[in-house]
């Protein structure tokens, strides 16, 4: 027979100012985590770069390697992601 945990509950109490104050500071990390979110849908993995720009994988690192499509790291990802922006520009000015 398992026997189940019981949660434990923790009640404590804050001042409305506290408390006003923690909502606020939430909020603000909130707001970072989308602007976060947002930014990263600026970047494109190589293989969408590959898709976007119809080509294969040895010449977007050719491109890569000669600097006509930068590449950037983003914290904590170890791959390397190249900016939509930048992309849409190079498309623009027909250098792909």
Request: glycine residues 6%; contains cysteine.
């Amino acid at each position: 027979m398992e026997t189940k945990e019981i949660p434990q509950i923790a009640i404590m109490q804050v001042s409305v100012s506290e408390w006003n104050e923690t909502k606020k500071q939430i909020a603000e990390i909130v707001g970072l985590l989308r602007e976060t979110a947002d930014n990263k849908s600026e970047y494109l993995t190589p293989k969408e770069v590959c898709e976007m720009l119809k080509i294969g994988r040895a010449t977007f690192e050719r491109h890569k390697t000669n600097g006509l499509l930068p590449v950037y790291s983003i914290a904590g990802a170890k791959r390397k992601y190249a900016k939509k922006s930048e992309v849409l520009r190079l498309l623009s000015e027909g250098k792909f």
